[in-house]
């Protein structure tokens, strides 16, 4: 007999929120609070990757027998990584570097079952059209920028400044929905267009 298995979402951001409930999983959100400084020398990928462990890792041990999702995403241009912007001027200064360039948003997921933790994650190339100054202060206005990694939302206001996008779509809003099934099913957890089971 399958069982629905219990979900538990370990970030507080409304897109993940968003996404999973898109592709119909039911689920708890209890956001992690982890130290997210950068080793020295880090790789952003390795950095991403390591935060969503970590934040799995934060909130497993309270829910025994249920499935943790945790996440991170990091935007890097030019060696730079960018977090979410400070201040108005940070995001302006994100979105002038931004401009007409095209940098990389890495996303991680991990999965923890029991004992076991599996992870992954993407790498998106985003390219933006050249943005002018006035531009750029009217969307920092909107102030959807900030609480965003990168100063920018794709799934918002955003989109008339992406011109292109290779790789998952998904992972550039925040959670990498093909990487996360087959995660879950590297946990023996199913997903077949709806709750999840084991
Ligand atoms: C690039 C980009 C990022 N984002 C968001 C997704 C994430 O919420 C945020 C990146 O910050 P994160 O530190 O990955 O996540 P978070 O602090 O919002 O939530 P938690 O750590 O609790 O999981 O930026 C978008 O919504 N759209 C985009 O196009």
Known sequence: MSQPVRVVLASQSPRRRELLTLVGIPHEVVPADIDETPFPHEAPAAYTERLAREKVAAVAGRFPGAVVIGSDTTVVIGGELLAKPEDDADA?????????????VHTAVAVCRGDRVVSGVED???????????????????????DKAGAYGIQGYGATIVERIDGDYFAVMGLPLVRLTRLLGEVGVRYR??????
């Open 92 to 104: 302006r200064r994100m979105l002038r570097l931004l401009s007409g360039r095209t940098h990389t």
């Open 124 to 146: 998106v190339a985003v390219t933006f059209r050249p943005l002018g100054d006035d531009e750029i202060a009217a969307y920092v206005a909107t102030r959807e920028p900030m």
């Open 193 to 198: 267009f709806g709750a999840p089971f084991v």
